[in-house]
Every structure is written in C-alpha cells, then in structure tokens.
C-alpha cells in the first residue's frame, strides 16, 4: 500500500512539473508572439517615413508598369556612361565608392537597384536574369543618359550584363565583370542544390527586418560588406523589400544560370572591349580564363585578394580596369 501510494505520488509530481513546463512554455510563446506583434508594427509605422529620413539619392524610371532607381554621377562628356549593377542581395550603394571615384575620373558612371531592391520598385514574376536584362535595357532607353554603355557587374549581376550585352551588342561599348556568377563551370545539380540555402537564408533575414531588427539594431544584422550609404540607409537598404526581391532571384537562379550559359559561345562577344577580374578563391579553376577568351579583346585579371566583394576590396583595380575600357571603346 505504501509503495503504491508513494508511487502514485510521484506520478503525480511528474505530471505537476510537465503541466508547469508548459505553461512556462507557452507563456514564452506568447511573449514572443506580442513581441514580433509589436516589433512588426513598429516597423510598418517607421517605414511609412522612409521617404523622408531615407531619401533616394537618384531618381525613379519607368520601366513598364514599374519603376527602377538610378544614381549617375560624373559629367556628360561625350564618351560612353558606365552602367554598374550589383550582386545578389545587395543595391546601387555597394558601387559608391566606384561610381564617386570614376565621376573623379570625369567618366560619367550610373549604379541601378534591380526591381525590388533599395529604392526601386517590385517587378513581376518570375524574377530571372532574362526579366531584369529587359528592365535594365528598357532602364538604359529611358534614362536620357546616352549610349552604348560600358556594363561593369559583380557577382550575380554579371547574369544580368551578359544577356543584356547578347541581345543588343549594339547598346554595349565594354565590360567589366568583377567576380560574376559561374555559368558553365557548375552543374545543374549543384546550382540546384544551392537554391533552398539561398532562399532559406534571405528570409531569415527578411523576417528580422520586418520584425524591426534592422532598423533598431542592425549594426551586427548587417553584411560585413556594407558600404557607408548601405549602412546610412539600411532600412531601406537590407530592408524586408530588398530581402524578399533576393529571395525571388534566388528561386530562379537555376534558370538565369541555364539563360546565361546557352550565350556562351566561342566568339560570342567579337572584339569588344571585355575585362574579367577574379578573386584568389573564385570559384572553378579556368572559368573566368575562358569568359576573358569569349572576346578577341578580353582580358583576365586575378585580384590579389580572397574577398568576393573584389569592388571594395581592391576598388583601385576595378576603377582602372572601368576607365581601361571607357578608354578603349572611345571613337
């Protein structure tokens, strides 16, 4: 009788203590629950203020049933503008340090957000290279800024430049690629595979922004590779609209990877103009070798640096090779 009571007891006891620690449990939830509640709403109130503490340093173009953000400086001096586009999951502000020193330089320089990002405006689906190469082509039409253009992309907007400079070489005077995107030397299966990591990743980040995180405390949310205006602006910058646009390109990567590859053809770019700078540790030996070789006046530039972002790395190298190609596609 006695063990059995005792028994019961402890029972009991087990039971009290799984009931408290779910009461703890769920208490916590709610917490957090009316935390994120609050914190969501403090953000949807402060952004609605955005356009004032966070203006855009440029101006909006219609690119057909959206608008595009471009910033150009530097005079209009008769040779070609550099257009400059952005990796993936960042904005025009990682080229102001580039954009500010060819502007020194008098060579007249502009830096775009794809649709979605920074200041620009959403864009329909699906969010491919093949659909921002037409925004950007529509972009350059209806800037005012004159033409052919010297593209200079990093990372995954050389996705973007490459098609743009396919379908209308006429447009396209030079390029820089600076640490683009493989195309041919990565396999399906592995571009595939990278998908959900990617996506997975721009929306953690993109629920801390619009839980308020950075906006309230986004020094250490931030990239590394932050610029000063990137930083300056980061709501904005690495705000819930710029993260969800680099989901959506994110989606579609394998597609804009197919896109890109079927362009690459021996030849492809005649003699334009073309300098391709690698970083120490990008990516498949020989890939960046033969994207130089794809025009009769290519050029192959191995950074002496690790760092992806090769732009703000070593921004010297990547301004002298942009004014090399200004320089060179001059009449």
């Known amino acids: 009788m006695g063990t059995r009571k005792t028994g019961g007891r402890k029972r009991s006891g087990g039971k009290g203590r799984l009931r408290r620690a779910a009461r703890i449990a769920g208490g916590a939830a709610a917490v957090l629950l009316l935390l994120a509640g609050a914190g969501c709403g403090a953000?949807?109130?402060?952004?609605?203020?955005?356009?004032?503490r966070h203006p855009m340093?440029?101006?909006l173009v219609d690119v057909g049933g959206h608008r595009l953000h471009l910033h150009c400086e530097g005079p209009r001096s008769g040779g070609p503008t550099v257009l400059l586009d952005a990796g993936w999951g960042e904005s025009s502000t990682t080229w102001a340090g580039v954009r500010s020193a060819l502007a020194a330089r008098s060579v007249r320089a502009c830096a775009y957000d794809r649709a979605g990002y920074a200041w620009s405006e959403p864009g329909p689906e699906p969010r491919d290279a093949s659909r921002a190469a037409g925004e950007l082509h529509t972009l350059l039409e209806r800037s005012g800024e004159s033409g052919p253009f010297v593209l200079a992309a990093h990372s995954y907007g050389g996705h973007v430049v490459r098609?743009?400079?396919?379908r209308h070489p006429g447009k396209v005077a030079g390029m820089v690629l600076v640490d683009v995107s493989d195309a041919s030397g990565t396999s399906d299966a592995a571009i595939e595979a990278s998908v959900p990591l990617m996506t997975?990743?721009?929306?953690?980040?993109?629920l801390a922004a619009r839980l308020g995180l950075v906006r309230w405390a986004g020094g250490w949310l931030l990239p590394d590779?932050?610029?000063?205006?990137?930083r300056e602006h980061a709501p904005v910058v690495y705000g819930p609209g710029s993260l969800a646009a680099a989901a959506r390109e994110a989606e579609s990567f394998p597609a804009s990877t197919r896109q890109v590859r079927a362009t690459e053809r021996p030849g492809a770019w005649g003699d334009m103009p073309v300098v391709v700078i690698a970083a120490r540790a990008g990516g498949p030996p020989g890939v960046h070798e033969s994207l130089a070789e794809l025009s009769s006046r290519g050029r192959y530039?191995?950074?002496?640096?690790d760092e992806h972002y090769v732009h703000l790395a070593r921004r010297d190298l990547v301004v002298g090779a942009i004014a090399e190609v200004v320089s060179s596609a001059r009449p």
């Open 43 to 52: 953000e949807t109130i402060a952004a609605a203020g955005d356009g004032t």
């Open 225 to 230: 590779t932050a610029t000063g205006p990137g």
């Open 200 to 206: 997975a990743q721009t929306r953690l980040y993109g």
């Open 301 to 305: 530039v191995l950074a002496d640096t």
């Open 57 to 59: 340093p440029g101006r």
């Open 163 to 166: 098609l743009l400079a396919d």
